[in-house]
């Protein structure tokens, strides 16, 4: 087996979901509209619901953020994350506000005391925190160490999570996810590999940064694919400067083609090449989009001929090969159905929708 044995985390319930332990690795991304632009928000989760996006993160930057909060929570059934920098009393009034869970980051809440503070409210209201490590953002006197090669970028981010978990767990406090970001792939794998040695709080992973719709998804297919094939995380997300909503497709897909939740979908689709008589590239495009919010482990082919068309259509669960203007509906081996190439898209997904 290339794919290690999942590290063993405890179990944190978050609003409906839960992380780690032996549930699937959950799939999260981020709203990129300032919070208090509800309306617009609200849209965004929605197609980030519809793609199939499972924990949602929004930043709470001001007052005004944190007093939209209550029409966003009451109105949304996906667990809501706050992201929370610099002021606790955003955390405080998060809480207060219905969400599901806190990102906060030890390097820049302040005090102990203005964390004891959130800690308290979080555990009388069963809100986990996540404990968000991120190298941009550590403390002075770590990175002055890095600096002074006194330790290293992986054993800092580490350091610097121990001292937070140390102090939640003072104060009896384990409802805790915890992230190690930096935007390099071998400082974060390195990060992470260092804290399951020493803890084992379920582990939400990504790079940080990563860039954009095409460097990030392949730096965060590396990073993550590999952290993933260590048996390392319990929910990710792919960082990338692009519409959220591509977060989500990417992460599925990061575990599709590692088959780490059984309720994923596969897509197998062909390069082109001078055979192609349909508009493959598009079809694809449109499969794939909706693909990951079909909960069914269901192998779909996308194929441009008859060359290879039949063949893997044929190992595929349900697979379409192009013609001249039509194409060729197959279910496990078997031709169902000739359409023309404008109804492709839509026949397709009804057989999607319909299998069993
Ligand atoms: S399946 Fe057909 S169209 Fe697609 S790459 Fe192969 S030969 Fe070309």
């Known amino acids: ?118 800690v308290k409210s979080a555990k009388i209201n069963k809100v986990p925190i996540r404990i968000g490590v991120n190298y941009g953002s550590l403390e002075k006197e770590l990175v002055k160490k890095i600096e002074n090669k006194k330790m290293t970028v992986a054993a800092a981010m580490v350091e610097s999570a121990r001292k937070e978990i140390k102090y939640f767990e003072k104060l009896n406090f384990t409802d805790i996810v915890v992230s190690l970001k930096t935007s390099d792939i071998q400082q974060t794998i390195e990060s992470y590999m260092e804290f399951v040695k ?9 790079i940080t940064e990563a860039g954009t719709i095409k460097s990030g998804l392949i730096k965060s297919a590396i990073g993550i694919g590999y952290l993933l094939m260590q048996g390392i995380g319990d929910t990710i997300r792919v960082s990338l400067t692009a519409d959220p909503v591509e977060e989500v497709y990417a992460a599925y897909n990061i575990l599709s083609c590692l ?14 090449c001078g055979r192609t008589e349909i508009d493959l590239i598009n079809l694809a495009n449109r499969v794939e989009k909706i693909l990951y919010s079909i909960k069914k482990p269901i192998k779909v082919a996308v194929m441009g001929c008859v060359v290879n068309g039949p063949g893997e259509a044929r190992h595929a669960d349900i697979g379409i090969t192009g013609g001249k203007g039509v194409g060729l509906l197959f279910k496990k081996g078997e031709i169902i159905k000739k359409v023309k190439d404008t109804e492709i898209f839509d026949e397709l997904i009804k057989e999607l929708e319909q299998y069993k």
Request: with cysteine; charged share 25%; hydrophobic share 40%.
């Open 259 to 272: 088959k780490l939740r059984s309720d994923l979908p596969e897509l197998v689709s062909c390069p082109t």
């Open 198 to 206: 020493h803890f084992n709080y379920p582990l939400h992973i990504g």
């Open 1 to 118: 087996m290339l794919i290690k044995k999942r590290h063993k985390t405890k179990e944190i319930k978050i609003k409906n979901l839960a992380i780690g332990g032996n549930n699937p690795i959950i799939v999260q991304s981020m709203c990129n509209i300032k919070t208090e632009n509800t309306r617009k928000l609200l849209n965004q989760i929605q197609r980030l619901e519809n793609a199939g996006c499972e924990i949602i993160r929004v930043s709470v930057k001001d007052e005004n953020d944190a007093n939209a909060l209550k029409k966003i929570t009451a109105c949304i059934k996906t667990p809501i994350v706050a992201d929370i920098h610099f002021d606790y009393k955003l955390a405080l009034k998060s809480i207060d506000a219905g969400v599901a869970k806190l990102r906060i980051n030890p390097g820049n809440i302040g005090a102990l005391w203005k964390v004891k503070e959130v």
